[in-house]
């Protein structure tokens, strides 16, 4: 199947059966919402299979910010500058089951989602249960950014004031570490795997690196304790690098370059 669908810019969703493609405008500013002149988002069903089409629906003249898909239904979540409603359409006709008022805040809690989901506010964590939407436990923490771990014990959390990490069950602060700041990934996340949490830090020994400041290079800490592992120096590293983990490698962007180190 190929097919060139209206709208400048697309999210797509794909389950089992069904494959639901969302086209939409750039509704985030005055001056976007006045060049779109109040062009809706369109939402296209597709069989899997066969790429029939299945079902089209046309939404209102806002932006989609999220597209979920479980148990057997697609969560269409819209805005414009605040949150607006998520709309939850039958997978297979497209009708619309239900419209979430003020739902696109959390896309992932919808009929037939399940798991859990961490939440954060300008002063909390939450630990959200996706079946009921209700929350398991609240975490103050001051602008958060969070990862839970590989293996569901933890969550890492960062601030601009530190790095730590948190009990996944009850939200229990196990470490916290306020002389390094986090690496984070590419979407403003802390990153993390199922050993280790990467940071921004000074030398060993030396004081501490605030939030946006070069530092001396990355330090690897233990997921479970925040202990120090090893540290290596890096050119440019600032807390806002990007980086990512994987195979005993970490790769950072800094300054438009891109190195890679491997741990001893």
Same mark, same amino acid.
């Given at each position: 199947?190929?097919?060139?669908?209206?709208?400048?810019?697309?999210?797509?969703?794909?389950?089992?059966?069904?494959?639901?493609?969302?086209?939409?405008?750039?509704?985030?500013?005055?001056?976007? +919402? +006045?060049?779109?002149?109040?062009?809706?988002?369109?939402?296209?069903?597709?069989?899997?299979?066969?790429?029939?089409?299945?079902?089209? +629906?046309?939404?209102?003249?806002?932006?989609?910010?999220?597209?979920?898909?479980?148990?057997?239904?697609?969560?269409?979540?819209?805005?414009?500058?605040?949150?607006?409603?998520?709309?939850?359409?039958?997978?297979?006709?497209?009708?619309?089951?239900?419209?979430?008022?003020?739902?696109?805040?959390?896309?992932?809690?919808?009929?037939?989602?399940?798991?859990?989901?961490?939440?954060?506010?300008?002063?909390?964590?939450?630990?959200?249960?996706?079946?009921?939407?209700?929350?398991?436990?609240?975490?103050?923490?001051?602008?958060?950014?969070?990862?839970?771990?590989?293996?569901?014990?933890?969550?890492?959390?960062?601030?601009?004031?530190?790095?730590?990490?948190?009990?996944?069950?009850?939200?229990?602060?196990?470490?916290?570490?306020?002389?390094?700041?986090?690496?984070?990934?590419?979407?403003?996340?802390?990153?993390?795997?199922?050993?280790?949490?990467?940071?921004?830090?000074?030398?060993?020994?030396?004081?501490?690196?605030?939030?946006?400041?070069?530092?001396?290079?990355?330090?690897?800490?233990?997921?479970?304790?925040?202990?120090?592992?090893?540290?290596?120096?890096?050119?440019?590293?600032?807390?806002?690098?990007?980086?990512?983990?994987?195979?005993?490698?970490?790769?950072?962007?800094?300054?438009?370059?891109?190195?890679?180190?491997?741990?001893?």
């Amino acid at each position: 199947m190929s097919w060139s669908p209206d709208g400048d810019s697309t999210l797509l969703a794909v389950t089992r059966r069904t494959v639901c493609l969302v086209t939409f405008a750039e509704y985030d500013t005055s001056w976007a +919402r +006045r060049t779109n002149q109040g062009q809706p988002w369109r939402a296209y069903g597709f069989d899997l299979p066969t790429g029939a089409p299945l079902w089209f +629906r046309r939404g209102s003249a806002a932006q989609v910010t999220a597209l979920n898909a479980a148990g057997g239904r697609f969560a269409l979540a819209s805005a414009t500058e605040t949150f607006g409603p998520l709309y939850v359409l039958h997978e297979r006709s497209g009708e619309e089951e239900s419209s979430i008022s003020d739902g696109s805040a959390t896309p992932e809690v919808h009929p037939g989602a399940r798991g859990t989901h961490y939440y954060t506010t300008q002063t909390s964590v939450r630990r959200v249960n996706l079946a009921t939407g209700k929350a398991s436990w609240t975490r103050p923490l001051e602008y958060a950014r969070v990862a839970p771990l590989a293996g569901g014990e933890l969550v890492v959390a960062a601030t601009a004031d530190g790095l730590g990490a948190l009990d996944a069950a009850g939200g229990d602060r196990r470490w916290w570490r306020d002389d390094v700041r986090a690496l984070t990934t590419t979407d403003g996340r802390p990153l993390a795997d199922a050993t280790a949490v990467y940071a921004t830090g000074p030398r060993p020994g030396d004081s501490a690196v605030s939030e946006g400041t070069s530092a001396w290079g990355i330090h690897v800490l233990a997921a479970d304790t925040g202990r120090l592992l090893w540290a290596v120096p890096v050119d440019g590293l600032t807390t806002l690098s990007y980086a990512a983990a994987g195979d005993g490698l970490i790769h950072v962007c800094t300054s438009a370059t891109l190195q890679t180190f491997r741990g001893p």
